[in-house]
């Protein structure tokens, strides 16, 4: 059925599609019949549940960061089974992104090319929707039982495009604050190919600065949040081993491995259409071996002692299995849940469960 649907949404723009196709989703959700069939379909059955980061999610499967920038489908996305998502990136002000088009599809490759540009509603408006949801979504404790589970939120933070890189730290605190109370980890994102010099802040200096700022700040608070850091999978060893270090150095919860890559390597788009596409982030299967790599590396260099949540060509139950076994706790998918469709939560956690 969704292939069908897939073909025909294919015929028009990516980010039209995407919007469109939340907003249908929205509106069939706000009806409770529906959204009891719907959640019937998808989400997955049998005891899935995880303790990661001092956390328990209620499935290893979550959504990646860039999907649902500003939390606007929350209730959406709990219902088609994730049992995670990630919000954001969220930046201190509104931005509007870069000039469209700017997400386009590798159809044969089952790959995306984005140049978002932290596209978001800024921080304050992105927290007060999320209070908002926590509120509406209270759980009755006499309902809850011992395996019961949240819906578990996580806050993809980063900085503005005007933002100089010497202040770059400055926005992180701004995000981290006005987001602590609504959000249940964070991720610093400093590996998005798509706000200019954003990557340099990868280097060990930059990144202890921005990460032991914003320990400090945890630690302050009565309950810290686990903060994670994403990064690139286009990083050299020398500096994956300083990421690494740097994490266990200062105690990091974990990493997200990876982002979307610069390399166009080993495609079967044409050389012309992707000159045409021009700049941007790469998405889907084509990124799968490398974060596999990548995802090794860590738990080889860290000794399985720096947990993190593998993203990166994850279309199967098969492919969350290969993630799994590489020394991942969690899963987040993006690019498959476009091509797959909404099974894919349900088919990766059967596959999980199986082992």
């Known amino acids: 059925m969704y292939k069908l649907l897939r073909k025909l949404l294919f015929l028009f723009p990516p980010e039209d599609v995407h919007y469109f196709s939340m907003h249908i989703l929205r509106l069939t959700c706000s009806i409770p019949f529906i959204k009891k069939v719907l959640s019937r379909r998808f989400q997955p059955t049998g005891y899935l549940q995880k303790e990661v980061f001092g956390l328990r999610f209620r499935n290893p499967v979550g959504l990646a ?4 920038k500003n939390a606007k489908y929350l209730r959406e996305l709990e219902t088609l089974g994730f049992g995670f998502i990630e919000i954001g990136t969220v930046t201190p002000e509104p931005q509007a992104g870069n000039k469209k088009p700017r997400l386009f599809r590798l159809a044969e490759d089952k790959a995306l090319v984005n140049r978002m540009g932290f596209n978001n509603d800024g921080v304050k408006i992105v927290a007060k929707r999320l209070k908002e949801w926590k509120e509406n979504n ?12 949240r819906f578990i939120i ?7 495009k005007a933002t100089p ?13 006005g987001l602590f109370d609504s959000v249940d980890y964070f991720v610093v994102n400093v590996s998005s190919p798509n706000t200019p010099g954003l990557r340099e802040l990868q280097e060990k200096d930059s990144l202890k600065k921005i990460l032991s ?26 500096a994956l081993d300083d990421v690494i270090d740097l994490a266990i150095e200062i105690r990091l919860d974990g990493l997200v491995a990876a982002n979307t890559t610069i390399t166009r390597e080993n495609l079967k788009t044409s050389t012309g259409q992707l000159e045409k596409i021009g700049a941007g982030g790469l ?6 071996q490398k974060a596999t790599e990548v995802a090794r590396y860590i738990q080889q260099r860290s000794n399985g002692s720096l947990p993190f949540i593998a993203s990166g060509g994850i279309f199967t139950g098969a492919d969350g299995i290969e993630k799994v076994e590489s020394g991942a706790s969690l899963v987040q998918v993006w690019t498959g849940f476009v091509f797959e ?4 939560v349900k088919n990766i956690c059967m596959a999980l469960e199986k082992g």
């Open 341 to 344: 469709g909404p099974s894919i």
């Open 213 to 238: 700022h914003l320990q400090t700040l945890n630690q302050r608070n009565s309950s810290p949040k686990p903060i994670l850091l994403k990064i690139a999978p286009d990083l050299s060893i020398n």
């Open 65 to 68: 960061a860039g999907f649902d």
């Open 165 to 177: 890189n010497e202040n770059a730290w400055k926005d992180y605190e701004i995000c981290f604050i």
């Open 138 to 149: 209270r759980p009755s404790h006499s309902r809850l039982t011992t395996h019961d589970s």
């Open 283 to 288: 998405s889907g299967k084509p990124l799968q």
């Open 154 to 160: 996580g806050g993809n933070i980063g900085k503005n």
